[in-house]
């Protein structure tokens, strides 16, 4: 059997447009099923290769650039017929499906899903104005949804008096991203995290109506060798992708965060939305 042609795609990815001046960037604001992104942004090109045939030779792990196609076939039935659509059947059954890949995975002890987004909207879906939320398609901007210390407080957020003693032992946010349906249009890309140097993030916030997030937006890299950009052609519903949000462990032994983005390849831009679920997840270890 003749192996699969890698298929890399030379296109361009957002990235954001820095004044150079210490001017922090424009908030992303969220409310009333909105969200307003004003965020001067660069469009620069890259190469996204592709991964067929190289998913598991050991070189793409969370530990090494932060980032793991793991092949999973989801046992949330209920979710897979209905599309995904259902809010209740996603918080009972495929968060459970989530813990389990993770756990397997990492070895973690514990893991607390939170946070779903089912994106199966347009590409522009931002410029939709009101209620576009309810239309969220793929995200065409490079971040990392939790800064250090948007990672704190999202943990403090979520659980509380738990917190402080879970961060005295190891712990990360990974999330958990799985095309509903074969993916053509929009894929998704990550970095491998060595590439990425810690003078190309900058902290920007998310403006919800009762609290903000800081993340990660970022600069084009200034390193000769620029960002090294992955992703798996015509990904399927039973090949994950791990991106590692954050990890606590800072002596630079393990891949930290992971710059993500959509992007767009030429050849399937008239094709049919991307239709992809992602859940965010604290992991944690003894």
């Not at 600069?219 to 991106?243: A, F, N, S």
Request: glycine share 6%; proline share 7%; with cysteine.
């Amino acid at each position: 059997m003749t192996a699969a042609v890698p298929r890399h795609v030379q296109t361009t990815l957002s990235y954001y447009d820095d004044p150079g001046d210490g001017t922090p960037p424009e908030p992303v604001i969220i409310g009333k099923g909105t969200v307003t992104n004003e965020r001067k942004a660069v469009s620069v090109p890259v190469t996204v290769h592709d991964v067929t045939g190289r998913e598991n030779d050991g070189e793409f792990t969370l530990e090494k650039c932060g980032f793991q196609f793991v092949r999973h076939t989801s046992q949330a039935v209920t979710c897979q017929d209905d599309g995904y659509k259902d809010l209740d059947k996603i918080t009972s059954d495929y968060f459970p499906d989530c813990e389990n890949v993770l756990k397997q995975v990492t070895g973690a002890a514990r893991v607390f899903v939170f946070d779903p987004a089912v994106r199966r909207g347009p590409s522009d879906w931002h410029k939709l104005g009101p209620g576009n939320a309810n239309k969220r398609g793929p995200l065409h901007r490079v971040h990392v949804d939790q800064s250090y210390s948007g990672a704190a407080f999202i943990l403090k957020w979520y659980l509380g008096d738990e917190a402080e003693q879970l961060m005295s032992k190891h712990w990360q946010i990974i999330n958990v991203w799985r095309p509903i349906k074969e993916i053509f249009k929009d894929p998704l890309a990550v970095v491998d995290a060595r590439s990425v140097a810690e003078d190309d993030l900058v902290e920007a916030r998310v403006v919800y109506r009762d609290h903000e997030r800081p993340t990660w937006t970022v600069k084009p890299p200034l390193q000769k060798d620029g960002h090294k950009w992955y992703y798996k052609y015509r990904q399927t519903p039973d090949e994950v992708t791990l991106i590692k949000c954050f990890d606590s462990i800072d002596n630079g032994s393990v891949a930290r965060r992971v710059p993500h983005s959509a992007f767009r390849d030429d050849a399937y831009d008239n094709g049919s939305p991307r239709e992809s679920i992602e859940v965010r997840a604290f992991v944690f270890y003894d």
